[in-house]
């Protein structure tokens, strides 16, 4: 049974940081990432990490999130720094195997 399980969501600051992390079983994906959802917007793209360590950031996270890959390429996490009041969404934790499978998501609140 191919299973995502998320970690590490919560609230901090504007300005602070959060790490996530998430872990797979079952199978071990070509492809891991991020996407989050925040209320009344769609699912979006933060970032994602092939098994060879390949990245891909969306514009709005650049040079604030860093997305690595476990040495057992079962694992997946996301380094968040210079977190924003935008950045407030469900995170979900993502692999690519033939077909998109999700994690049941985490709550990441960024707010004063």
């Known amino acids: 049974q191919v299973q995502l399980v998320e970690s590490g969501g919560g609230l901090v600051q504007p300005g602070g940081s959060l790490r996530l992390s998430c872990v797979a079983s079952?199978?071990?994906?070509?492809?891991m990432g991020w996407y989050r959802q925040a209320p009344g917007k769609q699912r979006e793209l933060v970032a994602t990490i092939t098994i060879g360590g390949s990245t891909n950031y969306a514009d709005s996270v650049k040079g604030r999130f860093t997305i690595s890959r476990g040495n057992a390429k079962n694992t997946v996490s996301l380094q968040m720094n210079s977190l924003k009041p935008e950045d407030t969404a469900v995170y979900y934790c993502?692999?690519?195997?033939?077909?998109?499978?999700w994690g049941q998501g985490t709550q990441v609140t960024v707010s004063s």
């Open positions: 079952g199978t071990i994906f070509t492809i």
């Open positions: 993502y692999g690519d195997l033939v077909r998109p499978y």
